[in-house]
């Protein structure tokens, strides 16, 4: 680094100005504001002791309908850009459907598995990194082998994919968050969907856990298109390939939301029966929240307008307050994100650890480091990912002032 | 049969005149009535767009909070009789808790496993019949092999269970559903539970699913206390052997209740470490609907006697139809339960089948004979399992004399 630039005792002030006002903020995760739930504050309402019935005369309150109400399957099916024979509704966790559609592959095999997953030696994941914590979670529960592969501003490194997929045959599956990735915010490209499309795998029943989390979750006017990745694979001879995953847990209500499975019909057909086992079926009632409040998607679209205009600034102020800070010194890069919840911000080789104890020092707490890499494990320890949404705007300027201190300080010693 | 007072020919003429009214009536499934769920309908106007923060202070739309909410915590872990601590909550599904609870046995092992039940040679489940078939579909997905044992009037048959846990290592579990017994309506006493907690079992890691899914559904006003199982285990020096498991489905809203496990704190340990991988948490807005209406256990309580008031006349309409019709014919014999949701129909050997055809025929639909047996087995076909709670009391009344007509019809010929 330029540090001739640098003061170090002039940093030493400000990092112990920031420890002497005891803050307590934290970044640690993409939760919605207040201010963003209250935007769906209404879908409380359109529910109540006298109007429970959906549109097609189905009590909301009982039993009965594995996917739900029509209309939500409906309304659901146009998110995920699919038909409702290819969708599966699940309760308020995305997360859950994608962890279930995992176990029921190493437990029963997919539909075209020659054997159930536990029965064979080695299961491998591609994860592109950096990524979401909670995938990887998931793969090590499940002892499922994750190979890190790197990411490109339009998607992963598709030459390293290829060939690894095509090579290696205990590599069943790949983690993607295909719009505004978590936390490096990239949009696949077209011709990157394409070629996860088209690919040789030598597994017969390799998967994609497409998680498009952040469909509609928008920083800018003019978003990124993200072609269909069930009509790339269909179009590429491998309809089986991808499942789809989607949540309203930040479009609706974090807590309360519901979430999505989209698939060919031949996989949902073969996960419906097995999820008919696990459960009767979905809260409907919830359903019909989401149904009468969004009504359709321009609903959605509209009410998304609400949520980047509560965005906008917190990641206008993480650009800000880290170029103001940082720039001149060349310490660290970090992402400009179009849309999504995160920024990731990379530091000098080796001092992400250092960087995120400093900051917590200075009372902001980050996602520990290694966070966005399969077991924790950050070979060259330089991403962090921030997280803005949560915090006042006046917080997250202040968090990241502290941040940068905390990026200068490691930097500097 | 006393065929003598049986005039074939004018049961006949009562058969065609069922079908020649094209009847409608189903008493397939254990499904609250719009009349029972019209008494929880407050619990859809006690959270709104102007009242989502729960006494605690805690913002229930967000995310956060594996368990959820304190308050819905404490009442639940009252329900259940344990410390909050010894308690899982999970979504509008107990089917799903008991689902998960086996795959993570079958994935992981439970806490005293030697290996994953999945590197096991045979797994083996206790199956008290007639049961419930949502239970057995869960261990035939699973690949658990069910072994049918028989019931008395105070729980399972307990010399017979005694003598296969203690012999067979490949027996790891029991299914119970220890009070108003689905489809059977028995309670097990306090010996039978102290038996089942205390007997010697070759499995290091046998496991109870205590399905006390009817603990608060009476049809008497001096119901059958049940002892609190995971005590008994505990006191017996098995603490781990049980997993207990309730819902407000038949209490609130069927399709939106609040579902929960509970057990010794180190099985709950181990499965919230578990659980925290395939979920963020709970839907807070639902526990605190629920907090909020039931405010505690004298409210469900309460709550309770409403739904008794309807249930009871079409348990006893069922009881004094089949008395009127079937008693002098001495051809069948059936439940007069004190709770829970079922009257159990035993036929002659061999009829059951011919039953259900012929109700259909007349216009009423019946549970498949062989669904409260393992694989849809009844190796007498005897058993029928009747539902009077959906259907309104007239149509209760209609569809058992058409189920008699059934009986008689099939006893005759």
Redesign the interface.
């Known amino acids: 680094m330029s540090s001739s630039t640098l003061d170090l005792a002039s940093l030493q002030v400000r990092f112990d100005a920031f420890k002497a006002q005891n803050l307590n903020l934290n970044m640690t995760?993409g939760?919605?504001s207040?201010e963003q739930?209250d935007l769906?504050?209404?879908m409380?309402?359109v529910?109540?002791?006298?109007d429970?019935t959906a549109a097609d005369g189905t009590?909301?309150?009982?039993?009965?309908g594995l996917n739900g109400l029509t209309a939500a399957e409906a309304l659901f099916a146009e998110y995920m850009e699919v038909s409702p024979s290819e969708l599966i509704m699940g309760?308020?966790?995305s997360?859950?459907i994608m962890?279930?559609t995992l176990?029921r592959a190493?437990?029963f095999g997919t539909v075209d598995s020659p054997k159930p997953w536990?029965k064979e030696d080695k299961i491998s994941f591609l994860c592109p990194v950096p990524g979401y914590d909670?995938h990887f979670?998931?793969c090590e529960?499940?002892g499922i082998h994750m190979m890190p592969v790197p990411m490109n501003a339009d998607g992963p490194h598709m030459d390293t994919v290829e060939a690894l997929v095509r090579d290696d045959p205990s590599i069943r599956g790949m983690w993607c968050v295909p719009k505004y990735s978590n936390p490096g915010g990239q949009t696949y490209s077209d011709e990157v969907i394409n070629r996860l499309a088209a690919m040789p795998t030598a597994a017969a029943d390799f998967r994609i856990m497409w998680d498009n989390a952040y469909a509609v979750h928008h920083l800018v006017s003019d978003p990124p298109h993200l072609k269909n990745m069930l009509r790339a694979c269909e179009s590429a001879g491998n309809p089986e390939r991808v499942y789809m995953f989607g949540s309203t847990?930040k479009i609706s209500?974090?807590?309360?939301g519901v979430a999505m499975l989209a698939a060919s019909e031949r996989n949902i057909s073969a996960l419906r029966k097995?999820r008919a086992?696990?459960?009767?079926?979905?809260?409907?009632?919830?359903q019909l929240r989401h149904v009468r409040f969004f009504n359709d998607m321009n609903g959605i679209h509209t009410h998304m307008t609400g949520h980047a205009a509560l965005l906008k600034p917190k990641f206008e102020a993480v650009d800000a307050v880290l170029t103001r800070e940082l720039a001149e010194h060349n310490v660290a890069t970090w992402s400009k994100p179009q849309g999504g919840y995160f920024v990731s911000l990379d530091t000098r080789p080796g001092l992400a650890k250092r960087v995120v104890a400093l900051a917590e020092e200075a009372g902001v707490k980050l996602t520990p480091a290694g966070a966005t890499q399969p077991y924790g494990n950050d070979p060259e320890d330089t991403n962090i990912r921030l997280a803005p949404s949560f915090p006042s705007l006046a917080e997250v300027e202040q968090a990241m002032e502290a941040v940068a201190v905390a990026v200068l300080l490691a930097s500097s010693t």
């Open positions: 995760r939760k919605p207040p739930l769906a504050n209404g409380l309402d529910v109540s002791s006298s429970f009590d909301a309150r009982n039993y009965g309760g308020n966790s997360l859950a962890h279930d176990v190493v437990l536990h909670r979670a998931v529960l499940l847990s209500l974090a807590g309360a097995q086992v696990q459960t009767i079926g979905v809260d409907k009632l919830n």
